[in-house]
């Protein structure tokens, strides 16, 4: 076992034991190879490069309080690198072959899986990219790497768990294009996102909260997680085709149904979150990070703030994202119940 620092590993990549590895060639996928190095050799010309023909996935591996390794919902997520796959054209691995890497990758890595009671996780990132040469727009139907690493996890944002952050709406920008990428996990999305993401940062936000491209007039989403917000009984997050569907807001939407809670899927525009009493992000990496305040400006470097949405008593986590977050992860470190059968048990 690792020795790290399991209370303090925020979200950073660090070298762990193995990369898994293997190509499509030929109408099939070669032996997967474990390797410890965590390099690869590739072309100057792989059009991942240059055309962001690429997609990726991410999933985490939880060690419980019974000491067992829990895998949440892989099969969720070799349904989306399909979907990813699919629009980019390049061949995907079945969900058998996706997941039995993810096990593998996990397996082979329970060095770096934190131990139960630190709120940390092994991420896994599951990665496509292409490595024949090409500089011609076409689809790649050889060559095509599919990759499996992992590393230990703690917050997204570097704070404690359910530490409050602050965002501003990029009303000048957005992440995808109408009928765009938006809905499928390609690498250039993140790209695309980046720019208006560093400027928050710059201005002290902890993220971006986008509106829909097409008209800017309803909430999307934000740039590496979805929406929700809570009001009274009602968990409300955005219905909308430029948004990636997170598998992170589909289980606390079946957990809010599952708790008595109404869940509300619309179009909805800013305004209306001023009757929200919580809002929070959610996603893998996210979990739940509660949201105390979004900023509207004229544009996102503005610096007027044109209304300011506050939620939360003191700039705290309310307690509807709190049990909602206590539920979610009692489930992913086997203290409740799994009884929609979420997780793969190793
Ligand atoms: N939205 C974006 C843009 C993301 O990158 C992510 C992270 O994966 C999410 C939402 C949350 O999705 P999931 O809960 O499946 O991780
Ligand atoms: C995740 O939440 O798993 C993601 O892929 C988001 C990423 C920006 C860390």
Not at 48 to 63: D, I, T, V
């Amino acid at each position: 076992m690792s020795t790290l620092d399991w209370n303090s590993l925020g979200f950073n990549y660090r070298k762990t034991n193995t990369v898994l590895t293997t190509v499509y060639r030929d109408g099939k996928w070669s032996p997967v190879k474990s390797q410890n190095e965590d390099k690869i050799n590739l072309t100057v010309c792989s059009p991942s490069y240059h055309y962001g023909m690429s997609c990726f996935e991410g999933l985490k591996a939880f060690r419980g309080k019974d000491g067992k390794v829990r895998i949440f919902r892989a099969d969720e997520n070799a349904a989306r690198m399909k979907s990813s796959c699919d629009f980019l054209g390049l061949p995907c691995p079945t969900e058998e072959m996706f997941t039995e890497m993810c096990i593998q990758a996990v397996k082979e890595n329970l060095d770096f899986l934190p131990p139960y009671g630190h709120n940390a996780s092994l991420y896994i990132r599951p990665i496509i990219i292409t490595t024949d040469p090409s500089v011609n727009l076409v689809p790649q139907t050889d060559g095509i790497m599919f990759m499996v690493f992992t590393f230990p996890v703690g917050t997204y944002s570097g704070g404690q768990v359910l530490q409050t952050i602050k965002t501003v709406v990029g009303r000048d920008f957005d992440r995808a294009a109408p009928h765009g990428s938006g809905r499928f996990k390609v690498c250039g999305n993140y790209a695309g996102a980046m720019f208006a993401e560093r400027e928050a940062v710059r201005m002290g936000y902890g993220d971006v909260l986008f509106l829909d491209p097409a008209t800017h007039t309803y909430i999307d989403e934000f740039s590496s997680a979805n929406f929700l917000g809570i009001k009274g009984n009602d968990y409300i997050t955005p219905l909308s085709d430029s948004i990636l569907p997170s598998i992170t807001n589909k289980s606390l939407c079946q957990i809010a149904e599952d708790i008595g809670m109404n869940v509300v899927r619309k179009k909805f525009t800013l305004d209306e979150i001023e009757e929200f009493d919580e809002v929070g992000e959610c996603g893998t990496a996210a979990v739940i990070t509660p949201v105390s305040v979004v900023d509207d400006k004229p544009t996102l470097r503005s610096n007027t703030i044109t209304k300011s949405y506050a939620f939360g008593k003191n700039g705290e986590c309310g307690p509807v994202c709190r049990k909602l977050y206590k539920h979610l992860t009692g489930i992913q470190f086997g203290l409740i119940q799994d009884i929609h059968d979420w997780c793969i048990v190793l």
